[in-house]
């Protein structure tokens, strides 16, 4: 068993900066990374919105920055999954993963969210088969070809606007006739005219033959459906906390996000969130960032009055 002062869970921009904070502290953090180095920001194409980079970057690249930086003050990750917590006795917290059990004098939980999946017939059939929630992961493989977006919020117009590199047309699926995205976005999706909107409609099934070849929509308003030929489906419908390991431990909202205080602590004390866990309405990666700063500032205050 392993003794450490503070262990972040999860390496998106809230773990990250939450890590470079104590690491500048001094307190040596250990950050474990999750399934997905940096996190949701890992698989997103452009980031156009976060200061300091006027001419924008990529998910990836600001992520290998944060984690860049981060180490170079102290931090250390691993490339691990955390597989349980007991936070009912402590400090020391247990944390264990696939391949150590750790003893936290406290503990940050910044694991954020996961994309919402449809839930209907053909979506899991052809997941790496024509189905994608990764743009950056997967246009690539769309060059010249027609895809299908689902979704109206930013996520899907941004990646939708990403596809367009590759794909001939892309077509993006919306439950209403208005969209959610920001102006900025709106504007420059309804001006591309390689994107078309299909408003008011639903995708009903993911149809294929070992490979998506269509989707079945409904509309909304009249009930009609068709049939429309697609070689791939993007789906950006929102997404859910990753709080599952931490029912009982921690106390949450009736959607799964983790409740904090003033302080970003959560029913715990001496375990701290930050990040889109305990944030279901900014979401952004300048507020993860903000959050992951003001929660390693806490946690290294409550650190020093505990220790
Ligand atoms: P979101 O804002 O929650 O949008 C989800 C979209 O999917 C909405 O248009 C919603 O329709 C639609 N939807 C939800 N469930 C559906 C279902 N079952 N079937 C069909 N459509 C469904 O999610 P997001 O776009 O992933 O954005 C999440 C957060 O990250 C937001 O706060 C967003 O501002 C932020 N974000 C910001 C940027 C940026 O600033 N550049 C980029 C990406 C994300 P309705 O509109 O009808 O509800």
Known sequence: MKQEQIVIIGSGPAGLTA???????????????GSQLGGQISITSEVENYPGFPQGTTGPELVELMRAQ?????ARLVIDEVTEVDFSHGPPFAVKSHSETYQAKAVIVTVGASPLRLGVPGEEEFIGRGVSFCATCDGFFFREKDVVVVGGGDSAIEEGIFLTRFANQVQVVHRR????????????????EKIAFVWDSVVEEIVGNGKVEA?????LKTGDQQQMPTDGVFIFIGHYPNSSLFEGQLKMD??????????????????FAAGEIMDPVYRQIATSVGQGCSAAMMAERWLREHS
């Open 70 to 74: 981060a180490e170079t003050f102290g």
């Open 19 to 33: 890590a470079l904070y104590m690491a500048r502290a001094q307190l040596e953090p250990l950050v474990i990374s």
């Open 254 to 271: 009736e959607k799964g996000y983790l409740t904090v205080d003033d302080r970003l602590m959560t029913s715990v004390p001496g375990v």
């Open 215 to 219: 989707i079945r929509v409904r509309n």
């Open 177 to 192: 006739d208005q969209l959610r995205a920001g102006e900025a976005l709106k504007r420059r999706a309804m001006t591309n």
